[in-house]
């Protein structure tokens, strides 16, 4: 594994709220960042599918991955979705990408894919503006 990757795991080991949700990084390289969420009860709504605010968590941590694997350490400045369809399914895949980077932002657009049986689709799309975050104070 890259020193990216490993580095990418130890910050998503470190954000409380991923660990609750059991999210996993699956990609993280220059650009790019695959974010993993395994499907339960606990993260459905009324209908039977999955939230739209667990979709937004994982939209919005893909796209500063992608953001941050460019950037460095970084945060969302701001970001939008488009839900597509219910998430329905046993995994959802967010695949994030840098569409335009300089030093300190970059714009970024995601894909959440639920994963069935039936097979992939796709759910929601975002995309979004990344800073790189400052000097802690």
């Known amino acids: ?43 459905k709504q009324q209908h039977g599918f999955v939230h739209g605010g667990v979709l937004s968590y994982l939209a919005d941590n893909a796209l500063t991955y ?25 995994k959802l895949v967010a695949k994030a990408t840098v569409l335009s980077s300089g030093r300190n932002q970059a714009v970024c657009q995601c894909n959440v894919v ?13 995309q979004g503006t990344i800073t790189k975050a400052g000097p802690k104070t």
Do not use: C, H
Request: hydrophobic share 45%; charged share 25%; aromatic share 8%.
């Open 1 to 43: 594994m890259s020193e990216l990757f490993e580095f990418g795991k130890g910050i998503l080991e470190s954000q409380p709220f991923s660990v609750l949700l059991g999210t996993e990084l699956e990609v993280f390289e220059p650009g790019t960042a695959v974010l993993t969420l395994k499907v339960r009860e606990e993260l």
């Open 114 to 126: 639920a994963v069935s049986d039936d097979g992939e689709r796709i759910v929601a799309v975002a």
């Open 66 to 90: 992608a953001g941050g694997s460019v950037l460095g350490d970084s945060v969302t400045s701001e970001f939008k979705i488009n839900y597509l369809r219910p998430a329905i399914g046993r």
